[in-house]
């Protein structure tokens, strides 16, 4: 059974999660488990199986995944290693990812949870680690108006008060820039991952207050009635539309339907509006990507 919000408290986000995974070639397919000195504590992880080890590649691996992955040839192996011996300022071979901001621990190592013992982020389940859960087997974040949680299959695997969570911030070196940090008040961290930008920008945004749930009582009349317009379109069996002003302050609207092709359990649909319900474009920072 799916975990739903308790009485009084609201649903504001739910999207697929993980701990994020390395994109530099020193690290790609990697991720690695620190405490605040930088030692290797996933020995110290009560309950959790074993998962792969972690070493940095050196420079024969780094050729070696570029090589692997190389659409182009060697020039495509060359500028990859050259991204990354050069702090990824040059090229970012990898489709949609940014420039990196933390060498450190996006290309000399990749920790997820950065948490000494007793801290909050080691007490993260050890199911966002895609390496050692099983095959469909899915995470989700949901943030409430009280609580950020995760679950597992719809099971409640952890939860924290929303308040404890000090600072959420994308972390663009990243495929799709996707990944983002949760900061706890304890000064923890773990770095995560939605593998869509969309999901991330807003859950950040929520988090920070970026971005702002609306109810339709907040809308303009000419909003409203585009909103009814829009509804009267979707399938049955769709969720009712949600609402969120951008940080430009247009209105983004979208609801979730039953996928229409294959293998795809749901799609989005929606748009966003101005004020006059008219549709607009999303500026930098509303949606996805945006700008380095």
Not at 98 to 103: A, C, I, P, S, V
Not at 134 to 149: M, Q
Not at 171 to 179: A, E, K, L
């Amino acid at each position: 059974m799916n975990w739903h919000p308790e009485s009084g408290e609201t649903e504001l986000a739910r999207y697929p999660v993980s701990f994020a995974t390395g994109s530099a070639a020193s690290v790609e397919g990697r991720r690695s488990f620190r405490d605040r000195q930088r030692n290797d504590i996933e020995p110290e992880l009560d309950d959790w199986p074993a998962g792969p080890a972690f070493s940095v590649r050196r420079l024969p691996g780094k050729a070696g995944v570029h090589v692997g992955t190389a659409v182009s040839g060697v020039f495509a192996v060359v500028g990859g290693i050259l991204s990354d011996l050069l702090g990824g300022s040059t090229v970012n071979p990898e489709p949609g990812r940014g420039k990196l901001e933390d060498r450190e621990n996006e290309v000399d190592d990749f920790p997820v949870m950065w948490a000494d013992a007793g801290d909050t982020a080691r007490s993260l389940p050890w199911q966002l680690d895609p390496a050692r859960r099983a095959s469909g087997y899915a995470t989700e974040i949901v943030l409430t108006t009280r609580r950020l949680v995760v679950t597992g299959s719809g099971t409640l695997l952890w939860e924290t008060p929303r308040e404890n969570v000090a600072e959420a911030t994308r972390r663009r070196f990243s495929i799709g820039q996707s990944d983002f940090r949760l900061l706890f008040r304890d000064g923890s961290w773990a770095r995560l991952t939605t593998r869509t930008s969309d999901h991330t920008t807003e859950l950040v945004g929520l988090l920070s207050g970026s971005h702002r749930r609306l109810s339709e009582a907040e809308l303009t009349a000419e909003q409203q009635e585009r909103i009814s317009r829009f509804t009267a379109t979707l399938p049955t069996g769709a969720t009712p539309s949600a609402l969120t002003r951008l940080p430009s302050g247009l209105v983004r609207v979208q609801s979730t339907v039953a996928g229409s092709k294959p293998g795809v359990t749901s799609e989005s649909r929606g748009f966003v509006m101005d004020e006059a319900g008219r549709d607009a474009k999303p500026q930098p920072g509303d949606m996805g990507q945006g700008k380095d």
